[in-house]
């Protein structure tokens, strides 16, 4: 099957980022499922481009992006080359940025704008359970290790210093980096709280959803999953067994193939996508 590659598509929301698709070359109206990457994720980290191959050859419109404040560039898109935009990040830019995506794809020539699902891991599962809620065009819903709450935010004395300082740091694991929060990514969520409400969210969804989460999720314990399917009236919920948070990929990806785990996950998604 020939695969189209569309790479590094400049979208605008608060400012510009990039978005990439993948899909069969094919006459045919194709079903898009827009993936949602996480907390300090991006779009060509680890295994997501293989991940988008997998859906492509199967006969769907993939899409991947960048978040438009999630520290990458339009010049250099996998590294974090902009803290300050890290650190200026909040829930209602992601959820404004997810929705110029929707925008963009679902008007896609090749696109079934009635076929549309979002696919979000870890907080973009979060994310694209918020917009899922709102968005009238979005017809199935699925979670890889989602959260099942936006409330994680320092708490007690940590709270206060980060109010009192303006600013806490996480550092990033993988590039040793100090990854800056500004406490008004706080002030974001205390202002739109009732939007952010993940469970009201899931009980407002009518659209089939299905929640995967691994059994050995060192990052995001299973019970969020659990929690959101039983929040959700027309929702599934699939273990992989002995699966981690990113279900078995790292960044760097060598392999030519995907980790079996996260390959069973994709293929229950797939499966999903066609019964519903």
Known sequence: MNLIKQKNIVLTSKREFLADAIFPETEEKLPLIIFVHGYKGYKDWGTWELMGEMFAES???FV???MSHNGTTLQDPNNFSD???FGQNNYSTELDDLEVVISHFKDQKEVDSQNITLLGHSRG???SIIKASENKNITRLITL???STLDRFPKNEAFENWKKEGVYFIENARTKQKMPHYFQFYTDYENNEARFNVESACRNLSIPSLFIHGSADESVTIDHSQQLHKWTHNSVFRTIENAG???GAKEPWTDGFLPKELSEAVEICMDFIKEK
């Open 125 to 127: 599962g979060g994310i």
């Open 145 to 147: 290790a989602s959260i």
């Open 83 to 85: 803290l300050e935009a």
């Open 64 to 66: 991947k992006f960048n």
């Open 245 to 247: 948070h990113t279900f």
């Open 59 to 61: 006969g769907f419109y």
